[in-house]
Structure formats: structure tokens, C-alpha cells
């Protein structure tokens, strides 16, 4: 169904923000649709605000809409206010661009970016009638794909997706779009299309596979129903990320969005191998692009959208090869149209003092780094190889480049951790204060602000932490409670969120598909917008586990063996399972890994190009 926003009116006006459901952006995508045979419903399972700011989305969105006769339209989850006037007038989840229903869809995509949307996957599916398990849908269309970090251990979300998108999709959605218009051709039936899909490098059909367990709930094994089908998926990746898909221009929303503003990626990857973080393996091998392409993308964005904020994006941004060559090319742009240049994610052991000048030279703003730990013992566990040296230089640099606030990430919870290693986060702060009151008083400013923001530490798959258990939510209150005690400064404040979220992150995170009814569960009582704290409610998720009889502490609690086959172990990134150990094993006897730009370690991952890291 395609619905005329013109009868909208009458309800617009009372919900939030009415601009997040009209559509009709500049630099959005309007296509003929007598001459569309594939439509694909690229689903955001957060409001328009969130998802708009998201860079994969406009990447993928340009990639499909660049394939002739694909037109792919967008999708947001309403907030509750906009939700209600729409079940009360029985409207359906509808698209941004030509306002039609998410049922008349082909292709329907979900990005997973983090575990707490899955409720909101369910229920975006729900509102735009769509049946929720793959199972129950039928024929060549509404045919749900999901992608992103999350895809990689998709199985809590298995009976709801007919296909899984493994890797990067700038290639592999085009081909999957392409492979559902000829399977259209060949008049071939739902399951005989899902098979040819299986057999592609980078998709994975779970309803091809089944799952056995032992008696004490772990996994038995996991094989193919049918001896055509893959016993291991490979991720997709982009070879030459100088030569990939990037869109010259973007969609400039009617309300403001979170971040608002031209991103351009640097690279994908990242050289540090720090034990906790799985992005860091993901998206390995390392793959840069050059500085000429970086520049003329970025220049062609902020020509056609006249955005006045450019942002240099990956994992870690001061590791990019030709960094200081790259920000002097694009400051002579910016500088002079006063664009402001941001280089988020920086690194304290390589942020170099010429650097610093030429970031602030536009406008001076808040350092930010992440030393994760606040002992150099904890540090090495978690391998992230930066020292205190490197922490007092780049605060120096900083605060004598006109910088009084600093904000810094650390974790609670990591494997090893002791009361020392918390106590040592509060110490690295009066540190900070004391480089600061070092600075000659002619080039620092007059007061010094540092906010410590502390996250809980989550076990991740295809990290070497995959096999920890995570603090329980007693242990982490009183980790809190001590590092507050610790903190006697009005200079020093400290933030940290509820670690509920963080309990049903790890849950989620490592699961398997014993936890598709719980998320059934929770979507049918209204779950929903979960990352938004005034949504969130833990009990509907204590009472779904409860109501499906399913132990939330086997997942997150526990400590896995080696030995043991995880609900990802079918997935293959490129980094093996033994290197995964071999780190694991290094952490526990404190021992670091070079980064990949001093030795290569061995992951694996490059013999997916056939050469050697971008590093």
C-alpha cells in the first residue's frame, strides 16, 4: 500500500519532530517505478535522528540505488508517539521515499549495528505486517536480510531472517539484488532461491542448518541440512578500498541529526589488536584509502551538501599512513570556508604535536582518548600497548594547544581485574591534572576539566575475550562504588551507565537460538527503542526469560572452554580461532602483541586480499 502524506496532516502535528516522516530530503533517491522490477527496504532499527547519521546507510543506499531497476527506500522506527497514531489509524511501516508499506517490498535489510535493537527488529517487521518468522513468509518477496557487526553471531535472530549478509555489502547486496531478479525469471520458489544464496560467499540462510546441543545446554554440533550448502560462511570483503563505492552525494535530513555532517573513512580495519574490541578483528585486513581519493571525496561532499563539519572516520584515525599529508591537503580547503575539521579516535601513543596544532587551528574542542585501563598491568592484559609516557605526552600537547577539558573511555570488568587496576583509573586522572598545572601558564588555559566515562566490560564474539565470563551486575555496582569513593576532586567527574543493558548486551551477544523466543517475547510486550534509556524496561526482559524458561546467566556468566563450539564458530572473518586463543593465553600472562605495523602476528586475515595489510 502507498499512502498520500497529504492525509497525514491532521495527526503530524501532535507527534515529535513531524520532518522525521515525511521524506522528500535533498539528495534522496526518487526512481520511476514502472521501471523498478527489485524494490529494497533498507531498515534502520532506530529513529530517523540515529539512522540518518549512520555512514553504512548512505554507502549501501548509493550502492543499490546506482543498480538499474533496484530502487532502495528507507525505513525508521517511529517514535512511540508517531507508533500510536499510526496502529490507531492501522498504518503500516512506510518508506521515506515513496511512502509505501514495508510488505510490499522485495528485499527487506536490516542493519545490526547492537544486540538491545533486536526487540525493535520485531517490531518494525510487526508494524509494517510482516510476518515474524521466515518460516511463515512465502514467495519471492519480503525476503529479510540482515547485516552488520551484530550478523556476525546471528543466532538469537535466526527464525526471523531468511538470509544473513556476512561482511561488507557495497558489493554483495547489488549481487543479491541481482540474484533475486533472475530467480524471479527462472520462476524459481522461495526455498530453491535461498539455496542458490547459500552457495555465495558472504550470505547465510539459517533455516539451512541445523543445531544439536548436549544435556548440559551446550552445542553438539551445528551442520547443513544439504550436502550443497557451505559448512562454513566467509565473509565478503572489499579487496581495493580505494576503488569502492562512495556516494558523491548525501541526503541532507529536514531535522537535525546526530551527526550532521560529511564523514569520509579512512580506512577499514585496525592494526592494534587490542583483546577486547571486535571491530578490531571484523573488519581486518587492514585497507586504506589514498589521500587523493580522501580529498576528492571529501570535497565533493561538502560542495554538494554545504555542510560546514567535516569528520575523518575509522577505528583509529591517527594510524592512517599519510595522516598529516592528508589533514594539510584538506585543511587548505576548510580553513578558508571555516568548515571544521574533526579527527575522532585518536591514538595517545602516536598523536604527534604538529598534529595537534592543525586540528585546533580550525576550533578548539575536548580530547578525547581511550586508554581503556588504568594500570599499565591492566593495559598489557588487554594488550592495548599504550604506556603512561604516551598518556602524559599527548595531555601535554594537548593543553598546550589551548585544551582544558579531557574526556577518557575506560572499561570495568575486564579478565584479571583487580581493586588496584580500578583505583589506578583515578590516579591516571590526578595525573592529568598535575600536566596540566605543569603547562606554562601563557599557553594553557586557566582550568583544567577531566570526565572519566566508564563502560562495562562485554565478552564479544571473535575476540580472544570471547570465552570470559562477564562480571555479574553485584560485582560491577561495587567496582563503581569503589572508583566514586576514590574521587576526590570537583575537576574529576565520572559517568558510567546502568549495567543492565550492558548484562542483556552480553546475553544477546554470544547467544544462540534458544533466545529467539525471549526476543519474541519481549517485542510482543511492548519492547522496543532499548538503547533509549526512558524505554528500556530490564523487568520485561527478567519476565520473558522467565515466561521462556531460558537462563540468561548461561550466556553471559559463564566461562567457555576452548574446546567448546560457539554459536559463531560456522562464521568465518578471516582471523582464526588458534590466533584468538593464542592471544587469549598471552593475556593472562600479561603479555602484549606488536601492532601489525611493527610485525604481523599472524591473524590470518590478509590471505583474504592475497597480499599484505594497507599498513
Known sequence: MTYNTEEFKDFLL???????????????????????DIRFGFCFPDIYDIGMSHLGLRILYGALNEQEGTWCERFFQPWPDMEEEM??????????????????????????????????VLNMLELGGIPLRSEEREGLKNIVVGGGPCA??????????????????????????????????????????LREIAKMEGFYVPSLYEVTYHEDGTISSFTPKFEDVPTTIKKRIIKD????????EQMIPFTEAVHDRVTIELFRGCI????????????????????????KDACTLLENTGYEQLSLCSLSSSDYPEIESLVDQLIRYTEPRGINLSLPSLRVDNFSKELAAKITGVRKSTFTFAPEAGSQRMRDVINKNVSEEDIEKSCRIAFENGNSSVKLYFMMGLPTETDEDIAAIN???????????????????????????LATFIPKPFTPFQWEAQNSEQEIHRKQDYLRSRIKTKQVTL??????????EAILARGDRRLAPVLEEVAKNGGKLDAWTEHFDYQRWADAFAACKVDGDFYSLRKRSFDEILPWDHIDIGVSKAYLQKEAEKAYQGQTTPNCKESCSGCGANTMIGRKCDV
Open 241 to 248: 578500498f580505494d576503488k569502492t563505492y562512495y556516494p558523491k
Open 495 to 504: 559517568s558510567y551507565h546502568d549495567c543492565k543493558t550492558s548484562l542483556l
Open 272 to 295: 592494534r589488536g587490542c583483546r577486547f574490541c571486535q571491530a578490531g578483528m571484523l573488519f581486518r585486513p587492514i585497507r586504506c584509502k589514498s589521500a587523493d581519493t580522501l580529498v
Open 87 to 120: 496502529r490507531k489509524r492501522d498504518i503500516r511501516l512506510y518508506s521515506m521515499e515513496s511512502h509505501t508499506s514495508l510488505d510490499e517490498f522485495d528485499l527487506i535489510g536490516f542493519t545490526l549495528q547492537y544486540e538491545m535493537c533486536y526487540p525493535t
Open 427 to 453: 590516579s591516571m586522572a590526578d595525573k592529568i591534572i598535575g600536566y596540566f598545572y605543569d603547562t606554562d601558564k601563557s599557553k594553557r588555559n586557566r582550568y583544567i576539566k577531566i570526565a572519566l566515562s
Open 152 to 193: 556476525y553471531n546471528p543466532e538469537p535472530l535466526a527464525p526471523f531472517f531468511d538470509i544473513f549478509s556476512i561482511g561488507e555489502g557495497e558489493e554483495a547486496l547489488p549481487e543479491l539484488a541481482q540474484k533475486l531478479r533472475e530467480a524471479k525469471a527462472k520462476g524459481l520458489s522461495r526455498q530453491e532461491f
Open 14 to 36: 501532535k507527534v515529535q519532530k513531524p520532518a522525521r516522516y515525511v521524506g522528500g530530503e535533498i539528495g534522496c533517491t526518487i526512481k520511476d517505478l514502472s521501471k523498478v
